[in-house]
């Protein structure tokens, strides 16, 4: 059974119109990250929430923004997408505390025309 | 447009063989690392975890070791199938974040 959900698995939009990009989970875990992921890199961190404290990352663009607004879901805006923006987006929970694993969906492909 | 990904690292063994992906990582202080497997078009995977007060832990066809003294993470695979292949990345947790090593690419010959 699918534990983190992200839809839609392949999305396109165009060049500087906003799109959201939704994740749930069934865990009930307190943190949800937002990772991109490029092609034959390794994902990169934009922002996570522990419950409703958002935390961004200092290289994150302000282009990317994220809601909250319950504990199962997580939205990742973004404003104006630009053609670098092209990648795999991959949402990801874990418990709180320290040492807890992360648990990864199978991310929504984003492609900008 | 896009950037240009790393060449990842690969590793190209026979079907049945057993694999080792090694990896070195960069925090003495990191105290639990995790092996994740990404198969295409899909999510890391979580596949096994250590902490720092242990040198080996295994799983289903899976070890992994950890030699802290030249920090050193490696992940062995017994007689490995067609379904191992992906991109094998280790993870250290830093300051309650993922860091993520640059990933090595399993290809199993038949």
């Known amino acids: 059974d699918a534990m983190v959900i992200q839809n839609p698995r392949y999305q396109v939009t165009q060049f500087g119109k906003p799109v959201t990009l939704s994740c749930s989970q069934t865990?009930?875990?307190?943190?949800m990250y937002w990772y991109q992921q490029k092609s034959s890199q390794a994902p990169k961190l934009l922002f996570h929430?522990?419950?409703?404290?958002?935390?961004n990352e200092a290289d994150t663009p302000d282009n990317f923004q994220s809601r909250r607004p319950n504990t199962s879901f997580c939205f990742l805006d973004i404003r104006s997408p630009g053609l670098g923006d092209a990648a795999m987006y991959l949402c990801?929970?874990?418990?709180?505390?320290?040492?807890?694993?992360?648990?990864f969906g199978d991310g929504t492909r984003l492609s900008i025309l | 447009g896009e950037s240009v990904g790393l060449h990842l690292p690969t590793l190209s063994v026979q079907e049945g063989d057993n694999s080792i992906i090694n990896c070195a990582y960069s925090?003495?202080?990191?105290?639990?690392f995790i092996w994740y497997k990404q198969e295409s078009g899909k999510g890391p995977q979580f596949i096994i975890d250590?902490?720092?007060?242990?040198d080996k832990r295994q799983g289903q066809r899976v070890t992994v070791l950890l030699n802290k003294t030249v920090k050193h993470l490696s992940l062995q695979i017994a007689a490995t199938q067609p379904g191992d292949s992906a991109v094998y990345f280790c993870?250290?947790?830093?300051?309650?974040?993922?860091?993520f090593g640059q990933g090595t690419r399993l290809t199993i010959n038949p």
């Open positions: 990801a929970t874990s418990r709180g505390g320290n040492n807890q694993p992360q648990h």
């Open positions: 865990l009930n875990h307190n943190v």
């Open positions: 929430y522990y419950d409703k404290d958002f935390n």
């Open positions: 925090n003495s202080a990191s105290d639990y």
């Open positions: 250590i902490r720092s007060n242990m």
């Open positions: 993870a250290e947790i830093r300051a309650q974040k993922l860091v």
